[in-house]
């Protein structure tokens, strides 16, 4: 039955497509826009650690837990939770993997927006020359208007939309091979430029020497949340691309790669963004805009800057892409398998009703700022919401799935490929799904609402 189901389906062509289509949606503006800003924001070092650790620890289980039940099963991970525990109550994660969804693709694709603007700024040469004080001005300018944030929603949402609809091979497979490794290499040379800028050495201090008299409850919860917002687990993205994934792949190395790259990656921003803000005057706790504020002023020191600015808004633009694919590719999953609807109209369906939210989303820092929910204006409360209660709520429960509710015998067929592989990691894997990851999260949420101390 499964194997007529797989042959249907469509699915990634091999280890590297895999990894790189994952690799895809993990690596992004998670990474380079979201990772750098949580950082400075929560006082350097300590957040990176305590960061490192959860994914380590939380992450790489939760991806491989999602990639054995999306695999073994075949389906959305809605419809994956109805076949793998029929009769219980397990599908509720699958509904909130694709209400996640919905809400991280309307402030996702804001940020993705802001992408294109500064690729368009760096094309017509806007962004040179200008000092911290003027390049934070243009931010918030920006940031505060109403018709180009709105167009450059608009516009993303398209292109996202127009890859789901050509669907998962053609598309996402193509794009996401090709850029990544680009992306990757222009990160170095921004770390080196950084790196060499007087008075940069501060930077790397703030991002490598943690002061852990800094961790409260709140940084932690932060991190937790950023681990999973960043690996894209916790809402069954992975669940959704794991059932694309041929059987004789290695899950558990797949996931260890893929983690492995994102955590880099984001380590790498970090890099090429702290002791540019130490050296060129600006402040690491500045928020959102940071990432957006800060490149342009190393580009405008570096020989050529114009060109390399171009080219990674341009990159990064595309890094995003890959993740908002992939967001949207669990709505569509559930709408094409569960509601029975073409691929065609269910993808038209959700980046419209996506766009509703979204527009209001993008107006949060302009027109409708006043509204304010939990102290937060929109963007801002979708983040919270999604990255630190939803997705490790979700990651809770997919790893206390497979800890103690799914078969043991199928969990070993899964990550041996059917005894293909030998699988010596797997009592380990076992303990931590079991034990470990879900404890460490239910300890975060304990501590971080201050019922234990
Ligand atoms: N991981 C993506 C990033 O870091 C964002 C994402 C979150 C994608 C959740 C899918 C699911 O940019």
């Not at 109805?82 to 209400?99: D, E, R």
């Not at 003027?134 to 709105?150: A, C, H, I, Q, Y």
């Not at 369906?349 to 409708?368: E, Y």
């Not at 879900?438 to 949420?445: K, L, S, T």
């Amino acid at each position: 039955m499964s194997n007529q189901i797989s042959a249907i389906r469509d699915s990634f062509s091999g280890r590297f497509a895999v990894v790189a289509a994952v690799a895809g949606s993990a690596v992004g503006l998670g990474n380079i826009w979201r990772f750098p800003y949580l950082v400075g924001q929560n006082g350097g070092g300590a957040f990176l650690l305590i960061y490192l650790l959860c994914v380590a620890v939380i992450g790489i289980p939760v991806m491989t837990s999602e990639f054995i039940i999306g695999r073994s099963a075949q389906l959305n991970p809605y419809g994956a939770f109805k076949k793998l525990a029929p009769g219980k109550p397990w599908c509720l994660i699958g509904i909130m993997g694709v209400a996640a969804a919905f809400m991280i693709l309307a402030f996702y694709t804001t940020v993705a927006g802001w992408t294109l603007e500064y690729f368009y700024q760096s094309l017509t040469g806007n962004l040179m020359g200008k000092t911290d004080t003027e390049l934070t001005g243009m931010f918030d300018d920006f940031l505060s208007s109403s018709f180009r944030p709105v167009l450059w929603f608009v516009i993303f949402m398209c292109f996202t939309a127009y890859i789901i609809i050509s669907g998962v091979k053609k598309g996402i497979e193509k794009y996401t091979k090709i850029m990544m490794p680009f992306l990757f290499l222009l990160l170095i040379v921004l770390c080196i430029r950084s790196l060499t800028l007087p008075g940069g050495k501060a930077g790397l201090h703030f991002l490598f020497h943690p002061d852990f008299s800094k961790i409260t409850p709140k940084i932690i919860l932060e991190a937790l949340g950023q681990s999973f917002f960043s690996l894209s687990v916790g809402m069954g993205t992975l669940i959704t691309y794991g059932s694309y994934i041929k059987k004789d792949e290695n899950l558990l190395a797949s996931a260890g790669y893929i983690t492995l790259a994102d955590a880099l990656v984001a380590v790498l921003a970090g890099i090429a963004i702290f002791p540019a803000v130490f050296a060129l005057g600006g402040s690491p706790a500045s928020g959102t805009g940071l990432t957006y504020i800060v490149l342009p002023g190393i580009f405008d020191k570096m020989p050529m800057g114009s060109v390399f600015s171009v080219v990674f808004f341009l990159l990064l633009s595309i890094a995003a892409l890959t993740s908002t694919i992939s967001v949207l590719e669990v709505i569509v999953a559930y709408l094409v398998e569960e509601l029975k609807m073409s691929r065609k109209k269910a993808t038209v369906a959700a980046s419209l009703s996506v766009s509703v939210l979204g527009v209001i989303t993008v107006l949060s820092f302009g027109v409708f700022g006043n509204i304010s929910i939990l102290d937060r204006n929109l963007f801002s409360f979708l983040e919270f919401l999604t990255s630190n209660i939803m997705l490790p709520v979700g990651g809770l429960f997919i790893v206390m799935f497979i800890g103690w509710f799914y078969s043991r015998d199928l969990t070993n067929d899964e990550l041996t490929s059917g005894g293909l592989l030998k699988g010596s990691l797997i009592p380990v894997f076992i303990f931590i799904v079991k034990f470990v990851a879900p404890v460490a999260i239910a300890f975060v949420f304990l501590y971080s609402l201050g019922i234990i101390r």
